[in-house]
Each structure stands twice: as structure tokens, then as C-alpha cells.
Nanobody, 119 residues
Framework: QVQLVESGGGLVQAGGSLRLSCVASGIIFSLNTMGWYRQAPGKQRELVAV???????NYAVAVKGRFTISRDNAKNTVYLQMNSLKREDTADYFC?????????????WGQGTQVTVSS
């Protein structure tokens, strides 16, 4: 059974920092592209950052230079360090594990962790 469990969300003032963690089980973590997505109230889920199995990273324009995604394969964990937070970063943040294998795409999601940035 695949499980992705996020933690680290909370309430923070604008300009502050948070670090999100996502622990994965039931997958070969090192072979998956891991990502963080977010969904604000009334909006569609959007990509925040991804990190490939080889460590290549990609960021949404809105968070580039402020957020850093990293992974620890030994701990089956992906992190999202969020600095200089803005009110518009307020959203539920979801961890994603993605793998393309044998012609099939596999996507798994965590339950989400809430981030609220106050002014």
C-alpha cells in the first residue's frame, strides 16, 4: 500500500519560513519523481516544484528563488523549504510521487498539509 504523509504546514507571518516534509512508503522512492503541488481555495491544483530521481529540480515561476525542493532517498523523504513566504502562498500543499514504467504512469498523492501565511 502506497502512503505519502506530509507534515510541517502551519500558520506563519509573511516573510517567514516553513519546511514541509513528505515521507513515502510502499514505493521504490529513489526511482520516483517527487513533487509538491498546492491548491488554494477556489483554485486549481498547481505545480510548485519537482525533483527527479536523478536530482534535477524544476520550480513554478511564482516560487523560484524562494522555495527549495530536496530529497533524501535514505529516508524516503522529500522536503520543501519555503522562505520569504507571501500571503499568496496560502494553500493546501500536496506531495506527489510519479513514475513512468512499462508504458504506464503511476501517480500517488498525500492527504495534504495546510499552509497559511498572514500579513
Amino acid at each position: 500500500q502506497v502512503q505519502l504523509v506530509e507534515s510541517g504546514g502551519g500558520l506563519v507571518q509573511a516573510g517567514g519560513s516553513l519546511r514541509l516534509s513528505c515521507v513515502a512508503s510502499g514505493i521504490i522512492f529513489s526511482l520516483n519523481t517527487m513533487g509538491w503541488y498546492r491548491q488554494a481555495p477556489g483554485k486549481q491544483r498547481e505545480l510548485v516544484a519537482v525533483i527527479s530521481s536523478s536530482g534535477t529540480t524544476n520550480y513554478a515561476v511564482a516560487v523560484k528563488g524562494r522555495f527549495t525542493i530536496s530529497r533524501d532517498n535514505a529516508k524516503n523523504t522529500v522536503y520543501l523549504q519555503m522562505n520569504s513566504l507571501k500571503r499568496e502562498d496560502t494553500a493546501d500543499y500536496f506531495c506527489n510521487a510519479h513514475r513512468y514504467l512499462g508504458g504506464f504512469q503511476y501517480d500517488y498523492w498525500g492527504q495534504g498539509t495546510q499552509v497559511t501565511v498572514s500579513s
